[in-house]
């Protein structure tokens, strides 16, 4: 997959041997129809639904933020427009009795979504810049008070449906959660499928060069406002189909999607997982939807937890998780790793150990300041202790500060050593 910021970079992309472009596709299908059979709890099954979702939703988000450099706090509302249709389409349908399967309506909610992506788009993509955030904010605020008053189309802010009620497709009524994960990783799989193609047409070239400069591109003959346009409507039909996917899974469409609180997440997984690469919102996705579900269970501050990643993501890691990933392809085509073994293991080791210290204390200030009467009694990292005692705090605040201390003298090593890589 090519870094969406380098055209040049894709340009070369061509020449790639077919069979080395197809070898991630096959693996990423293998693993999607094989893992449930590994996996086969029903919250797991249902874990991995969401991620699902969550990938297209972010690399829809890339499309505008990463390919054509727009920045919008609305993305969200195209989401939300797409479960809402989903949801009233599946209803109508079944009180109708016409014979359109499950697996197509996605194909509705992302229709649907992107025409109101095509009435936006017509006046919010004019300008660019500060210009089009501020109006995007203003969108979805208006959007989201909206959803509250209009009954015809939101209810209210939420409409529930029954999918298992529709017309069989080749049997299958949808009735358990691994039938539902098969549909939406079909449409997983030709939703990153076509995205993925959409960057390599001329089209998302020239969104690339009218990211980095519309002057140019202007000059070139090429409009900078249609081609983000473009994006823009096609970005807010694959959030639609997401949306749609979403409606379907857990059988409501709700006015949350719509609100400014889900662009800002989507904003987040984009930026965590890296936006200057077209995989690095699938990486995103994956991380917080692993850190909310799973680190939910665990602990009431994951939330926390998750604005310090993004934060020190953001201030020391700006390319994101998949620029973390290219660092280390140089040094594993030098075979570099083995020298850089030992510094990382003298520092990331540390690092690790520090944090997980400060969260021990972080959890014990939160346990501390919420507990009822009488119940000095924690259980962290699955040991149970009591927080009266002084020895907890003790041994937390050594471990934050003894790690911490130690990645931060080692540290300089560490950078020593990638910089005479780079040489």
């Known amino acids: 997959m090519t870094k969406s910021g380098n055209v040049s970079h894709g340009a070369e992309s061509a020449f790639v041997p077919l069979w080395k472009t197809l070898v991630p596709w096959t693996v990423a299908v293998v693993i999607l129809v094989f ?101 995007s904010l203003g969108v979805v605020e208006l959007v989201t008070t909206y959803s509250i008053i209009g009954y015809s189309f939101f209810q209210g802010g939420g409409v529930g449906g029954d999918r298992t009620l529709g017309v069989p497709f080749f049997g299958v009524e949808f009735l358990r959660q691994i039938e539902i994960y ?22 998302g070239r020239m969104a690339n060069a009218v990211r980095d400069n519309p002057e140019r591109a202007e000059f070139l003959g090429y409009s900078a406002r249609w081609v983000r346009f473009i994006s823009f409507c096609a970005a807010g039909f694959f959030a639609g189909v997401a949306g749609g996917l979403f409606a379907l899974n ?27 690469f077209f995989y690095g919102p699938i990486l995103g996705a994956i991380v917080f939807t692993l850190l909310q579900t799973v680190l939910s269970l665990h602990t009431d501050l994951w939330q926390l937890y998750v604005g310090v990643l993004f934060l020190a993501t953001v201030m020391f890691f700006p390319s994101g998780l998949a620029g973390v990933l290219m660092m280390h392809i140089s040094a594993v085509r030098t075979h570099g790793v083995n020298s850089l073994r030992g510094p990382y293991l003298k520092t990331v080791g540390p690092a690790v150990i520090g944090t997980l210290g400060v969260c021990a204390l972080v959890e014990l200030i939160f346990h501390s300041r919420h507990i009822a009467r009488g119940g000095q009694e924690m259980t962290l990292f699955w040991i149970t202790f009591q927080t009266a005692t002084p020895a907890p705090w003790l041994i937390a605040a050594v471990i934050a500060i003894g790690g911490i201390w130690t990645a931060k003298r080692t540290a300089p090593d560490l950078l020593q050593r990638w910089q005479a890589k780079q040489h």
């Open 35 to 135: 893992l449930p059979h590994v996996l086969a709890a029903n919250s797991t099954i249902t874990i991995m639904s969401q991620m699902a979702i969550t990938i297209i939703f972010a690399l829809s988000y890339n499309m505008l933020l990463g390919q054509a450099g727009m920045l919008s706090f609305g993305h969200a509302i195209y989401l939300g427009f797409g479960g809402f249709m989903c949801i009233h389409v599946m209803n109508h349908l079944q009180a109708a009795g016409i014979p359109i399967p499950l697996p197509f309506l996605p194909l509705f909610a992302g229709l649907f979504s992107m025409a109101m992506a095509m009435v936006i788009g017509s006046f919010s993509t004019r300008r660019s810049g500060v210009v089009f955030a501020m109006i």
């Open 250 to 276: 857990y059988e409501l469409a709700t006015a949350e999607n719509l609100s400014v609180q889900a662009s800002g997440t989507i904003l987040m997984i984009a930026f965590l997982g890296g936006v200057g």
């Open 182 to 203: 098969y549909l939406i990783s079909f449409w997983l799989v030709l939703c990153v499928g076509l995205m993925y193609l959409f960057t390599q047409t001329p089209m």
